[in-house]
């Protein structure tokens, strides 16, 4: 039964989503948020929703409550419609919190940044099977017990036996009776994807430049699993060598010494050759470094990896850089003079928190 | 849905015996619904359908995300209409479903007898899915964005209704206006023969005297002439309104008074039902079986957190207190008057009057009344009240006394209408400049800035001049005003 309420809640939730856009800039270069998810809800802060009306001031006067204690004790009591804020605070700044599906944040993300819906590779699809309790029979474990089909097979019964009193109803379901959930087998095209995140964590990318690759990635994941039913995620760490390290590793690890790309491209390569077959996975690799390379033959070295190995088999391949007091920012430069005209190599540059929204654009904004 | 046969014949079993005890109520509608029917009815107030909004979506949010976390339920929903419509929750217990409705034919017995409930439409349910088709009409002519920002501009000045309206004789819902028809001005003549009467009384100067007198008449001829509390209706009449505005305040303004009596008798209203459910159910519908089960209930739907104030609990052991007092004679002078803490305590006239009282009470009370003629120190120190203050040094709230006059005073102070500020409108042309000028009754309590500042924006819009309200703020005098982009203090000297 749809519920008449039902219009009323659309409502609050558009104005709700509507909150949420007006402050998105905010949001999207604001770490807070991503502590505050919880599986697949986040609860976002956002200006209070609240019809407003004259009242008295909060700690303002006393109230009566009820139950022991002495003269001079604390009381959790609450006052007569109590509220937030106090008397003479910023007017109209009182926060709310809102949760949101990152399903809905994800169609907001897109909205705001006006990007276009990913058109899985045709041929990157595999059958899925999978499992699905829809089919019913007449034997089955008890956990398994379809009770309203059992209850009307009862009442039918006893109806055409004429055992039913409808003054008091009492239905007794007998062995015949029993219906019982029974699974059936369901297959479906499923498109998968990877996403391998690489990081420069020599000695030149300071926290503040690890918080924006952190942000960033939040909202590059957000989308990509809106736009694709599985993802893996997988991170790379380098500075002269690279390794494969876990998320929480990738986000806190801290190296110093020097910066050889090319080190990140060769794992990145073999973890793709070994691992993901390219005929069935839409591959994304996203490399945030500071744009500080060891010497030009490294990087001559990175773009032949490039060409060769990694382009021909990813969606699209991105690399931000960070901006940092003591990155040089080469790598950008050269990335960009030898790949000017090849639409599958994204590249952007973040000077701060506030470039993120931009630098998520372009990212996401071609729709491989 | 229907009841269920079991439950039909507990109705009327329980009907039988509330009419059997001397209640006289609306005949009552029971409704069987799942849980998120009844959220869904709570969300609106009560009633099947109300206008579009998108808060009843809020409210329905936040019960059904309580709901689910277990943390709370909602027990019983009645709504005061002939018939009285009540709802039952398909998955409750047996014995819920008897308490439920043993409270609920208190509560609907309450409606029809309080006289605050006198003047309230009985037919409030059909009222209301007529406003739900006037604002859809509204919103199908001019757009559903303009008309829902106008109904919240409007809801946030909904509380701003004056309680002793319904009890004026006059039910035109007219604003005090000062008389349109004034004798014409008479200018003071020096008598004076016909042919030096252009030297005596100089027409330049007569000229003069009569615009000053108009000038003078003009400023007493104020609108509204006396101060005025139905802020709502003062802006049906006088903000310069689209028809289909008008109709949203007239909305607006009629639910708010036909809510206004619940707000008012809340501890009553709650306390006359709870009396009734825990008679009903002891004394006669309470199966063996059933005794723990309902014993727990009781203790939930009774119980005082630490600090708070139930005025379920108050309510009902108010109730009681007076049918015990009036059953022994406990009241008068002489009882009164009587200082020997012994013989006070079993003071026993056999008197018998309780019953009676309590129906009388019934009648004829609020919750301030209620409270401010039958609260007794004994009670009060039974019920173990206190009054708590927030503390600034401490920065906490904190047990500030529990002497029975202070918390008697701030009791009543609290319930003055419904804990909200007393506001009136005192002028529609201040500063000459066509500008409203409200003005807060303040009786010890200041504003709050922060909602007074978006509650002016919502009033802005509405009237479109500036607005202003009087207050005081720290004992300190001012005007705070509101011009649509701006909100800004005035120090009144």
């Given at each position: 039964?749809?519920?008449?309420?039902?219009?009323?809640?659309?409502?609050?939730?558009?104005?709700?989503?509507?909150?949420?856009?007006?402050?998105?800039?905010?949001?999207?270069?604001?770490?807070?948020?991503?502590?505050?998810?919880?599986?697949?809800?986040v609860?976002?802060?956002?200006?209070?929703?609240?019809?407003?009306?004259?009242?008295?001031?909060?700690?303002?006067?006393?109230?009566?409550?009820?139950?022991?204690g002495?003269?001079?004790?604390?009381?959790?009591?609450?006052?007569?419609?109590d509220?937030?804020?106090?008397?003479?605070?910023?007017?109209?700044?009182?926060?709310?919190?809102?949760?949101?599906?990152?399903?809905?944040?994800?169609?907001?993300?897109?909205?705001?940044?006006e990007?276009?819906?990913?058109?899985?590779?045709?041929?990157?699809?595999?059958?899925?099977?999978?499992?699905?309790?829809?089919?019913?029979?007449?034997?089955?474990?008890?956990?398994?017990?379809?009770?309203?089909?059992?209850?009307?097979?009862?009442?039918?019964?006893?109806?055409?036996?004429?055992?039913?009193?409808?003054?008091?109803?009492?239905?007794?379901p007998?062995?015949?009776?029993?219906?019982?959930?029974?699974?059936?087998?369901?297959?479906?095209?499923?498109?998968?994807?990877?996403?391998?995140?690489?990081?420069?964590?020599?000695?030149?990318?300071?926290?503040?430049q690890?918080?924006?690759?952190?942000?960033?990635?939040?909202?590059?994941?957000?989308?990509?699993?809106n736009?694709?039913?599985?993802?893996?995620?997988?991170?790379?760490?380098?500075?002269?060598?690279?390794?494969?390290?876990?998320?929480?590793?990738?986000?806190?690890?801290?190296?110093?010494?020097?910066?050889?790309?090319?080190?990140?491209?060769?794992?990145?390569?073999?973890?793709?050759?070994?691992?993901?077959?390219?005929?069935?996975?839409?591959i994304?690799?996203?490399?945030?470094?500071?744009?500080?390379?060891?010497?030009?033959?490294?990087?001559?070295?990175c773009?032949?990896?490039?060409?060769?190995?990694?382009?021909?088999v990813?969606?699209?391949?991105?690399?931000?850089?960070?901006?940092?007091?003591?990155?040089?920012g080469?790598?950008?430069?050269d990335?960009?003079?030898?790949?000017?005209?090849?639409?599958?190599?994204?590249?952007?540059n973040?000077?701060?928190?506030?470039?993120?929204?931009?630098?998520?654009?372009?990212?996401?904004?071609?729709?491989? | 849905?229907?009841?269920?046969?079991?439950?039909?014949?507990?109705?009327?079993?329980?009907?039988?015996?509330?009419?059997?005890?001397?209640?006289?109520?609306?005949?009552?509608?029971?409704?069987?619904?799942?849980?998120?029917?009844?959220?869904?009815?709570?969300?609106?107030?009560?009633?099947?359908?109300?206008?579009?909004?998108?808060?009843?979506?809020?409210?329905?949010?936040?019960l059904?995300?309580?709901?689910?976390?277990g943390?709370?339920?909602?027990?019983?929903?009645?709504?005061?209409?002939?018939?009285?419509?009540?709802?039952?929750?398909?998955?409750?217990?047996?014995?819920?479903?008897?308490l439920?409705?043993?409270?609920?034919?208190?509560?609907?017995?309450?409606?029809?007898?309080?006289?605050?409930?006198?003047?309230?439409?009985?037919?409030?349910?059909?009222?209301?899915?007529?406003?739900?088709?006037?604002?859809?009409?509204?919103?199908?002519?001019?757009?559903?964005?303009?008309?829902?920002?106008?109904?919240?501009?409007?809801?946030?000045?909904?509380?701003?209704?004056?309680?002793?309206?319904?009890?004026?004789d006059?039910?035109?819902?007219?604003?005090?206006?000062?008389?349109?028809?004034?004798?014409?001005?008479?200018?003071?003549?020096?008598?004076?023969?016909?042919?030096?009467?252009?030297?005596?009384?100089?027409?330049?100067?007569?000229?003069?005297?009569?615009?000053?007198?108009?000038?003078?008449?003009?400023?007493?001829?104020?609108?509204?002439?006396?101060?005025?509390?139905?802020?709502?209706?003062?802006?049906?009449?006088?903000?310069?309104?689209?028809?289909?505005?008008q109709?949203?305040?007239?909305?607006?303004?009629?639910?708010?008074?036909?809510?206004?009596?619940?707000?008012?008798?809340?501890?009553?209203?709650?306390?006359?039902?709870?009396?009734?459910?825990?008679?009903?159910?002891?004394?006669?519908?309470?199966?063996?079986?059933?005794?723990?089960?309902?014993?727990?209930k009781?203790?939930?739907?009774?119980?005082?957190?630490?600090?708070?104030?139930n005025?379920?609990?108050?309510?009902?052991?108010?109730?009681?207190?007076?049918?015990?007092?009036?059953?022994?004679g406990?009241?008068?002078?002489?009882?009164?008057?009587?200082?020997?803490?012994?013989?006070?305590?079993?003071w026993?006239?056999?008197?018998?009057?309780?019953?009676?009282?309590?129906?009388?009470?019934?009648?004829?009370?609020?919750?301030?009344?209620?409270?401010?003629t039958?609260?007794?120190?004994?009670?009060?120190?039974?019920?173990?009240?206190?009054?708590?203050?927030?503390?600034?040094?401490?920065?906490?709230?904190e047990?500030?006394?529990?002497?029975?006059?202070?918390?008697?005073?701030?009791?009543?102070?609290?319930?003055?209408?419904?804990?909200?500020?007393?506001?009136?409108?005192?002028?529609?042309?201040?500063?000459?400049?066509?500008?409203?000028?409200?003005?807060?009754?303040?009786?010890?309590?200041?504003?709050?800035?922060?909602?007074?500042?978006?509650?002016?924006?919502?009033?802005?819009?509405?009237?479109?001049?500036?607005?202003?309200?009087?207050?005081?703020?720290?004992?300190?005098?001012?005007?705070?005003?509101?011009?649509?982009?701006?909100?800004?203090?005035?120090?009144?000297?």
């Amino acid at each position: 039964m749809v519920l008449r309420i039902e219009r009323d809640r659309q409502r609050f939730r558009e104005i709700v989503k509507g909150k949420i856009k007006q402050n998105f800039r905010d949001f999207i270069s604001q770490g807070e948020m991503i502590g505050r998810q919880d599986g697949k809800i986040v609860s976002i802060p956002i200006p209070q929703i609240d019809l407003p009306r004259f009242r008295h001031g909060k700690n303002q006067g006393g109230g009566v409550g009820q139950g022991d204690g002495e003269v001079g004790d604390e009381t959790n009591a609450g006052q007569p419609g109590d509220g937030h804020g106090h008397a003479g605070d910023a007017p109209g700044q009182h926060m709310f919190e809102v949760e949101v599906t990152l399903d809905e944040l994800a169609q907001i993300l897109g909205e705001e940044l006006e990007l276009p819906n990913i058109e899985p590779k045709g041929e990157k699809q595999i059958q899925d099977s999978s499992d699905r309790y829809t089919g019913i029979r007449t034997t089955g474990p008890e956990s398994l017990r379809h009770s309203k089909r059992t209850y009307k097979r009862a009442l039918k019964r006893q109806i055409a036996a004429g055992t039913y009193d409808p003054r008091d109803p009492r239905i007794i379901p007998i062995r015949d009776d029993m219906r019982y959930r029974a699974r059936s087998e369901s297959t479906s095209p499923r498109a998968n994807a990877v996403i391998i995140y690489m990081m420069d964590v020599s000695g030149s990318m300071g926290d503040e430049q690890k918080e924006i690759v952190r942000i960033e990635s939040f909202w590059i994941d957000t989308w990509l699993r809106n736009q694709y039913k599985e993802i893996e995620i997988r991170y790379i760490v380098h500075d002269a060598a690279a390794r494969e390290v876990d998320r929480h590793t990738f986000y806190h690890l801290r190296e110093s010494g020097g910066t050889k790309i090319s080190s990140a491209y060769q794992l990145l390569s073999k973890i793709l050759t070994e691992e993901y077959d390219v005929n069935e996975w839409n591959i994304y690799p996203f490399h945030f470094s500071d744009g500080d390379n060891w010497g030009s033959g490294d990087t001559e070295l990175c773009v032949r990896l490039m060409e060769e190995q990694l382009i021909p088999v990813s969606n699209q391949f991105c690399y931000g850089q960070v901006e940092s007091p003591y990155g040089s920012g080469q790598f950008l430069k050269d990335l960009r003079s030898h790949f000017k005209d090849d639409g599958r190599v994204v590249t952007s540059n973040i000077p701060d928190k506030n470039g993120i929204y931009e630098s998520i654009r372009t990212f996401l904004g071609k729709g491989n | 849905m229907s009841l269920t046969p079991e439950l039909t014949v507990w109705r009327d079993k329980i009907r039988a015996y509330a009419v059997g005890q001397g209640l006289d109520f609306f005949e009552v509608v029971f409704e069987l619904l799942s849980w998120e029917q009844i959220n869904e009815v709570a969300a609106f107030g009560g009633f099947p359908s109300r206008y579009p909004h998108w808060r009843f979506g809020m409210e329905f949010e936040h019960l059904s995300k309580s709901h689910a976390y277990g943390l709370s339920k909602i027990y019983e929903l009645v709504i005061n209409n002939d018939p009285s419509v009540a709802y039952l929750q398909e998955s409750n217990e047996m014995v819920d479903q008897k308490l439920v409705m043993a409270h609920v034919y208190g509560h609907s017995d309450f409606f029809k007898n309080n006289i605050f409930f006198g003047h309230t439409n009985r037919k409030m349910i059909d009222t209301m899915a007529a406003h739900a088709a006037r604002v859809r009409r509204h919103m199908d002519r001019f757009g559903q964005e303009k008309v829902e920002d106008f109904i919240d501009a409007v809801l946030s000045l909904e509380n701003l209704i004056d309680p002793n309206r319904v009890f004026l004789d006059d039910k035109s819902n007219r604003v005090a206006l000062p008389p349109e028809e004034e004798e014409p001005i008479q200018v003071g003549r020096i008598r004076a023969k016909e042919y030096l009467d252009p030297f005596v009384n100089p027409p330049s100067v007569l000229e003069e005297e009569r615009q000053r007198l108009e000038r003078e008449r003009e400023e007493r001829r104020r609108i509204p002439e006396r101060p005025e509390r139905d802020v709502l209706l003062f802006l049906i009449h006088f903000a310069p309104l689209e028809r289909w505005q008008q109709d949203i305040v007239d909305i607006i303004r009629e639910e708010s008074y036909y809510f206004l009596p619940q707000m008012q008798t809340k501890i009553m209203n709650e306390g006359w039902a709870s009396y009734w459910h825990t008679k009903i159910m002891t004394e006669f519908a309470l199966d063996a079986s059933e005794v723990l089960d309902y014993a727990e209930k009781c203790a939930g739907v009774f119980s005082m957190p630490p600090g708070n104030f139930n005025p379920y609990k108050v309510g009902l052991e108010l109730f009681r207190d007076i049918e015990r007092r009036w059953d022994r004679g406990q009241f008068g002078p002489a009882w009164q008057e009587c200082e020997d803490y012994e013989a006070k305590a079993n003071w026993d006239l056999g008197t018998g009057k309780g019953k009676e009282k309590i129906f009388e009470v019934r009648r004829l009370y609020n919750d301030i009344t209620f409270l401010d003629t039958f609260l007794t120190p004994e009670f009060c120190n039974q019920q173990q009240l206190f009054v708590h203050r927030y503390n600034e040094r401490t920065r906490r709230r904190e047990i500030s006394d529990r002497e029975f006059d202070m918390v008697k005073a701030q009791l009543l102070g609290s319930l003055t209408n419904g804990g909200q500020p007393i506001i009136h409108v005192v002028e529609s042309n201040y500063e000459n400049r066509g500008e409203l000028l409200l003005e807060h009754d303040h009786q010890g309590l200041d504003l709050d800035l922060g909602y007074a500042r978006a509650t002016m924006g919502n009033l802005q819009k509405v009237w479109r001049r500036p607005v202003h309200i009087h207050t005081y703020v720290d004992g300190k005098e001012r005007i705070y005003s509101h011009d649509g982009s701006d909100f800004k203090e005035t120090v009144v000297a």
